[in-house]
């Protein structure tokens, strides 16, 4: 009896896999950052079982309410604690914030799918929403004594604090949201089917989408060429080759699949909705009335500024909006990974993201100094 031969599509997959694998030990040994010695890393518990990896950066004086950031699709933490330079978090944190940065499940610092373990390999972004964003900020409270968080969330992570703000408003004090659509009209064609064109060949190998080794395949080349991934990613003028390698080895992350499923969905219908279509989060937004920060990368292509705007302009709350961009005094315009690490985006955005914390604190709460923006508005 013969034994049956792989696919071809298989057989290409675990080469991509194998090579992913063997690249992945020279990036990460060349550019991966460990985590510095300051900061914490604990645990939190999921409703349904799960243990999330925290990182926490403690200020010396803390004032002010504590901040989660929640990172997108793709990626872990640590995107937005590239290195000691790249890091809002630690920046936040040297300015009085206590700061908290979520590892998602599945990600590198949090448990793994796991049948046997009770741990479904099917989750979605509803699953974030429902269990593990609770579940850090609960962490938060017993820790802090805070009653509420202030939240970042970059790309997806900005949808997911949408949804959450809309959905448990008691959490949450303040949002500020980077490069995060409510509507996907503007999306480009080349950047979605880029983007289904990866998943297809990571669920190839299972339900969970294997970035990691599919990004350290071309390791040699990440910033020295401008890929796909590049063009989409950064701009050049604010993102060095060191920095976006060094993002590459700690911040790209596994997906499940699922969750790929759903953020095409959302594409497909142009909002966002629960896995199922059957809740339309994107109208959801009309009913948030917790301060809100909106900013759009000026030469996004996965978040283009129209569709980022239309999200902005759903909201019932106070809010603000801005693009990141020349027309603002920055020396270059952003692109969607430059929010998080561009060289000049602590001098440039994130000050803009402490200013708006501090204009909505609690009466009766102090707040960090030198949160005036080096922006000429």
Same mark, same amino acid.
């Given at each position: 009896m013969s034994r049956a031969r792989p696919t071809r599509r298989l057989r290409a997959a675990l080469a991509v896999l194998a090579l992913g694998l063997g690249a992945g030990c020279v990036l990460g040994r060349l550019y991966r950052e460990p985590l510095p010695p300051e900061a914490e890393l604990f645990d939190a518990t999921t409703a349904d079982g799960w243990r999330l990896g925290i990182i926490r950066y403690r200020p010396e004086r803390p004032r002010g309410l504590p901040v989660l950031l929640c990172h997108g699709v793709f990626n872990n933490g640590r995107i937005l604690d590239i290195d000691a330079e790249h890091s809002l978090a630690r920046w936040l944190a040297s300015r009085g914030r206590d700061t908290y940065l979520l590892n998602l %499940?599945?990600? %590198?610092? $949090? =448990?793994? *799918? =796991? *049948?046997?373990? @009770? #741990? $479904? &390999? #099917?989750y979605s972004a509803d699953t974030y929403v429902l269990q593990d964003m609770p579940a850090a900020i609960e962490a938060i409270r017993r820790r802090t004594g805070a009653p509420k968080v202030d939240l970042v969330g970059h790309s997806m992570g900005g949808h997911l604090a949408y949804i959450y703000v809309a959905e448990r408003p008691e959490d949450v004090n303040a949002v500020v949201t980077l @490069? /995060? $659509?409510? !509507? +996907? !009209?503007g999306v480009g064609k080349i950047e979605r089917e880029s983007g289904r064109s990866i998943a297809r060949l990571g669920t190839s190998l299972g339900p969970t989408v294997p970035a990691p080794e599919i990004a350290h395949v071309f390791a040699p080349l990440h910033g020295e060429i401008e890929g796909p991934i590049e063009r989409v990613g950064r701009n050049a003028q604010n993102v060095s080759v060191t920095t976006w390698k060094r993002f590459m080895a700690t911040g790209v992350d596994y997906c499940s699949r699922d969750v790929i499923a759903q953020l095409d969905l959302w594409i497909s219908q142009n909002h966002m909705s629960s896995a199922d279509g059957k809740v339309d989060y994107t109208a959801r937004l009309r009913t948030v009335r917790a301060p809100v920060l909106v900013i759009a990368a000026k030469l996004d292509k996965i978040a283009p500024v129209a569709s980022v705007k239309a999200g902005y302009e759903l909201l019932g709350g106070p809010k603000e909006f801005f693009i990141a961009g020349e027309e603002n005094? +920055? %020396? +270059? =315009?952003? /692109? !969607? @990974? =430059? &929010?998080v690490m561009a060289d000049r985006a602590k001098l440039e955005v994130w000050p803009e993201i402490l200013r708006f914390f501090e204009t909505h604190t609690p009466e009766g709460l102090e707040v960090a100094g030198g949160g005036q923006s080096a922006v000429a508005r």
């Open positions: %499940r599945g990600t %590198r610092y $949090s =448990d793994q *799918p =796991d *049948p046997q373990a @009770g #741990r $479904s &390999l #099917r @490069g /995060a $659509s409510a !509507h +996907f !009209h005094g +920055f %020396r +270059f =315009d952003y /692109a !969607h @990974g =430059d &929010l």
